[in-house]
């Protein structure tokens, strides 16, 4: 239409100036005049809407400039409540929340709500050791507080840790431990002419060969896992010490002369086995795995066996126990020919030799007060004047409260 309008526009056209070819036809020059005010009328309306439409935009522009919020529900202070609400330090050490929306081979894309997104580098993403990730757990959709480390100068972007955040974690579940004196177990990772290196609740600690109660090398205890109480916890130092020998003590206390447990051939040696009895390393002396002379340890016992064994003696101060399977023996001989039936009469037997113990100390207790009848003194097993105590249990040892022996 507006081709219609320039095509008969303006008035004053040479349109107007010609004479009409009536002799064309004689009607033509009604056709020509219809078709002008057509044209005129439509040019007309489409003038009137624009003016219409201009002026609407004119009134707007006039309200977005004096009053931009009127007749507006969310105000000024609402849109300042609204960034407040999602605003975040993003200083390196604050900590943000965060979504995982991707992982790749060295890390994870994290949404914190920013501007730009954060990254999660492979090294950062756990306290342990990982070769992906999703090993630690970290997938896409996983909400989490990560810890900001540093920024991306390329493209501004930030870098996030949740090993940091699970580093001081770790610190404070040791001091709770040590507080608690509780014993743990630490798998061993290292070790140098000083002792061993241990990990413990993701940290890695140190044993000194003092604190260790285990006459094993210290090569054999490469990847095996020790009982470890704590003797030192010191975040600001990276300082944590352990002790094989604090946690070997406590268990120990369950151990009477006479009980019997049930243990596991760690190694031979020319003059024993070393059996481990929940996390206690005892020597089973060669002299004292049966009344025949066992000339080969090897012919009777091998790495791996489980077996029942007596409680002979043990010294708490140096964490030493010696262990006997003489004494469960129903016939001489038994644990070389048939040690199965050692096993089966384990307890029996050891409650007969707790028995010819407590009768031998009940003579000599009698012995010692007839000569001093109001002392209240007896002679210890070493020959040590001194108030009468007995360590012997009135029964075997409840197996049940003994945890089992386990390959560490």
Known sequence: MASLALQFS???SSLFSKPFP???????????????????????AQNKERAKLKKIFEEAYERCRTAPTEGVSFTLED?????????????????????????DNNGAVVDITAKSSAYLP?????????????????????REEFLIIGENQADDSLILSLRSIQYDLAWERCRQLQAEDAAVKGKIVGMNKGGVVAEVEGLRGFVPLSQLSTNSNI???????????????DEEQSR??????KAVAGNQAQLGIGSVVTGSVQSLKPYGAFIDI??????????QISHDRVTDISTVLQPGDILKVMILSHDRERGRVSLSTKKLEPTPGDMIRNPKVVFEKAEEMAQTFRQRIAQA?????????????????????????????SDLPEEGLDLSEVPPAEEL
């Open 22 to 44: 009536f002799t064309q036809h004689p009607h033509s020059h009604k056709r020509t005049s219809t078709l002008i005010v057509n044209s005129i009328a439509l040019t007309n």
């Open 361 to 389: 100390e009940a003579m000599a207790r009698a012995d010692m007060l007839r000569f001093q009848p109001e002392s209240g003194l007896t002679l210890s097993g070493d020959g040590i004047l001194g108030q009468f105590t």
């Open 219 to 233: 090569e054999e205890l490469l990847d095996r896992e020790l009982p470890l109480k704590f003797v030192e916890v």
């Open 122 to 142: 492979l090294q950062e993403a756990c306290i342990h050791r990982v070769k992906h990730v999703e090993e630690a757990g970290i997938v896409a959709g996983l």
């Open 278 to 287: 929940g996390g206690i390393n005892g020597l089973l002396h060669v002299s």
């Open 10 to 12: 303006p008035l004053s």
């Open 240 to 245: 944590l010490v352990l002790s094989n020998r």
């Open 79 to 103: 849109f300042t409540a609204a960034l407040d609400k999602y605003d975040f330090d993003s200083e390196v050490g604050s900590k943000v929340k965060g979504t995982v929306f991707y992982t």
